[in-house]
C-alpha cells in the first residue's frame, strides 16, 4: 500500500505534494531560477507566501542568499543543514505503520527503517499520528527501553537480547 500526500486546490485540482520540507523546496527552486520573486516560489510550490518569505528571510541572514529588492531574491548557495523528512524511504516502498496500538505502529515503522532509524518527522508523518501524540509514544517507549534515541530527533529500534 502506498501513501500519498495529495492536496486538493480550491478550483479542484489535485496536486501530489513532496515529501521533500518546504524550506528544501524552496532552497532548490530559487537555485533553479537563480532569481525569484517570494510569490513567484510560492505559487510554483504551492505554498503560503508568508512561509515562503520566512523561508527567503532565513536563507538571507544564513547568507544564502541576497535580497536585491523588495521580495527579490537571488541564490548565493546552498545552506549546510538542508534536512528533508523522508529519511532515505523510497517512493516506491514507503512503510506502512502496522499494529493495533500507537506503539505498535511506531515500533513496526522503526523495525522496517531503510537506514535501521528514522527521524522524529518521518515517524509522525508515516505513522498518521497527530504530532504530540507522536512524540508522548516516543517517549514512552524510550523509557520503556523499546526504542533507543541515537540523537535529538532520531530513533531506531532497541537491539533485542
Known amino acids: 500500500m502506498k501513501k500519498s500526500l495529495e492536496k486538493t486546490r480550491d478550483d479542484g485540482s489535485s496536486v501530489v505534494q513532496s515529501r521533500k520540507t518546504a524550506r528544501w523546496m524552496v532552497v532548490q527552486e530559487l537555485k533553479r531560477r537563480g532569481t525569484a520573486r517570494n ?7 504551492d505554498l503560503r507566501p508568508s512561509t515562503v518569505g520566512y523561508i527567503l528571510y532565513q536563507l538571507r541572514v544564513a547568507g544564502c542568499a541576497k535580497r536585491l529588492g523588495t521580495g527579490l531574491y537571488e541564490f548565493l548557495r546552498m ?9 532515505g524511504i523510497r517512493q516506491d516502498a514507503i512503510p506502512v505503520a502496522e499494529g ?26 508515516l505513522s498518521g499520528l497527530p504530532r504530540n501524540v507522536t512524540g508522548a509514544v516516543l517517549s514512552d517507549l524510550v523509557k520503556r527501553g523499546s526504542v533507543e534515541r541515537v540523537r535529538r530527533g532520531l530513533y531506531k529500534a532497541a537491539e533485542s537480547e
Open 39 to 45: 510569490i513567484e516560489l510560492a505559487r510554483a510550490l
Open 79 to 87: 545552506p549546510g543543514n538542508l534536512h528533508f523528512w523522508d529519511d
Open 100 to 125: 493495533a496500538t500507537m506503539p505498535d505502529k511506531i515500533l513496526s515503522l522503526l523495525n522496517d527503517a531503510p537506514r535501521g532509524a528514522l527521524s522524529f518527522r518521518a515517524l509522525w508523518k
